[in-house]
T-cell receptor, first 120, second 113 residues
């Protein structure tokens, strides 16, 4: 159990285009999902918290108009990188929690396999 | 432009030896800690977790130790195998941040055959 998938696994796009990345919890429902980005040889940096049925919560310094998040259902969250530029090239990873999300600090997050975005 | 990647600290061990990976956390309010393993080009994989009311937890070949006094976390891997080669991250859940995880900088484990 607790499998999270991402699609696509990699994408190459031209500068100025928009790219959508999907994150799905395959065998459980997740009211909360998280989006991270990771540069080479660096740690994961939380970008935003995706909440089903409400607006995403963005971390400081993350442009909400640049990185659009939609939590369409209890098993799907999407991240759209709008007007992508080469500096947006990164490894984007989502995670979802399994269990009683109403309890603070009790939820283990399971991560998707990541999406490698390359903007030319 | 593209940011320069940081050099990850590396731990090199002989196959069969025990490995100890350390992590320091900063927020004394953190109450839940997790170790993740990340192989190249993949997402992090859950290894083991521990809550702040414990100081030790054991899994299969892995042990996590928590020292709240000095805000230190360690991951011990027994009889390290080539398949253990990866980058290991500790993550903390801060009680005041709901479910948000804050990741440490990571340690690369290299297992010599």
């Amino acid at each position: 159990g607790a499998v999270v998938s991402q699609h696509p696994s990699w994408v190459i796009c031209k500068s100025g285009t928009s790219v959508k990345i999907e994150c799905r919890s395959l065998d459980f429902q997740a009211t909360t999902m998280f989006w991270y980005r990771q540069f080479p040889k660096q740690s994961l940096m939380l970008m935003a918290t995706s909440n089903e049925g409400s607006k995403a919560t963005y971390e400081q310094g993350v442009e909400k108009d640049k990185f659009l998040i939609n939590h369409a259902s209890l098993t799907l969250s999407t991240l759209t990188v709008t007007s992508a530029h080469p500096e947006d090239s990164s490894f984007y990873i989502c995670s979802a929690g399994q269990g009683a999300l109403g309890l603070i600090g009790t939820d283990t997050q399971y991560f998707g396999p990541g999406t490698r975005l390359t903007v030319l | 432009g593209e940011s320069v990647g940081l050099h990850l600290p590396t731990l090199s061990v002989q196959e069969g030896d025990n490995s100890i990976i350390n992590c320091a956390y900063s927020n004394s309010a953190s109450d839940y800690f997790i170790w993740y393993k990340q192989e190249s080009g993949k997402g992090p994989q859950f290894i083991i977790d521990i809550r702040s009311n414990m100081d030790k937890r054991q899994g299969q070949r892995v042990t996590v130790l928590l020292n709240k006094t000095v805000k230190h976390l360690s991951l011990q891997i027994a009889a390290t195998q080539p398949g253990d080669s990866a980058v290991y991250f500790c993550a903390e859940n801060r009680e005041d941040s709901s479910y948000k995880l804050i990741f440490g900088s990571g340690t690369r484990l290299l297992v010599r055959p």
